[in-house]
Structure formats: C-alpha cells, structure tokens
C-alpha cells in the first residue's frame, strides 16, 4: 500500500436529472435532508439561520446531524457559485468538492473528498471511512432524484448497517 493515497479520493456518479436540481441537492438544507441528512442547517455570516429552501454561499457555515448519529459535524462553504460548483470543509479541516457537468440527459456529479491528515484515525475513519460514505450517500442522490426511494437507514433497531 505505500503507492496508496491516503490524503485524498474522488467518487463521480451519474443522475439523470437537471444540473439546477443536482446543484440544489447539494446547497439547499431542505433538499440535503432528502438524500443525505436528517437535518440541515445553514447560518449566514451574521449567523442567522438561513432558509430551508435557500442556497447556501461562500462564508455560510453549516451543523448537520445524520440519522442514528448524536454527533453534529460542523463546517464552513468555502466556495458556491450558484450553478455547478461547490467546496466545504468537512471532518475538520478536510476539503469537499462538488463539481456537476451535463452528460445527455445526465448530470455527472464528482466528489474530491481531499486534505486529508496522514495520522492512522484519519486514514482509517475519514479516508477508508468516508469513502465508504460518500460511495452510498451518492447512490442514494441518484436514488432519490431518479426514483424517489431513499435508501437510507432511518431504523435506531437496525444500526450499524452499510446505509447509515
């Protein structure tokens, strides 16, 4: 494993649905809570809740809860420009990249999840850990915007499964 890159990783995936749909997917909590979180909520830099069904922006930070987690992550959008880009920071000082382009009738979403620390908890929780996570959480946008069904795990009976 020593060619092994344990500071960074991308996952693409494809969903056949409008690019201002997938974009909002991703920047409005109302519609990350549909395939991603239990609750979402964003703050302005005056750190005043935003609205549900409002885009973030650069400068907004973010506490999100997942379902059968107690745990709130917290984190800060570094960038969004509002139709096809989007980078927050995420398990601490990591870096999350959206990137959308149009493919036909699809949208490509690629996910760089990158700057990861080199420390073995990091390497096995946040490179081999998230990158399990990341691999469900983008099947399960897919899921959601092509069919409707989520997938996730919401059943405090049935945890640890692959879709929590």
């Known amino acids: 494993m020593e060619n092994f890159d344990w ?6 995936i494809a969903v056949k649905a409008k690019i ?8 409005k909590a109302g519609e ?5 979180l239990e609750k979402v909520s964003f703050f302005d830099s005056n750190q005043e809740l935003v609205s549900k069904d409002q885009n973030v ?5 973010y506490e999100w809860l997942w379902y059968l987690y107690d745990d709130t ?5 570094i ?4 139709k096809d880009q989007l980078q927050f920071t995420f398990e601490g ?4 990249d959206v990137k959308l382009s149009e493919s036909n009738d699809y949208t490509i979403v690629e996910l760089r999840h990158h700057n990861i620390p080199t420390d073995d908890s990091s390497k096995q929780y946040i490179r ?13 946008l897919k899921s959601v915007y092509e069919g409707g069904l989520d997938l996730r795990n919401k059943d405090e009976n049935l945890n640890p499964m692959i879709n929590n």
């Open 57 to 61: 922006s650069e400068g907004n930070t």
């Open 32 to 36: 990350l809570e549909k395939w991603f």
């Open 128 to 140: 081999l850990g998230c990158s399990n996570g990341w691999h469900f959480y983008l099947i399960n």
């Open 79 to 82: 960038a969004a420009n509002g």
């Open 73 to 77: 992550m917290k984190g800060k959008i």
């Open 7 to 12: 500071t960074s990783f991308t996952k693409k």
């Open 93 to 96: 000082d990591c870096l999350v």
């Open 20 to 27: 201002s749909d997938i974009y909002n997917a991703w920047t």
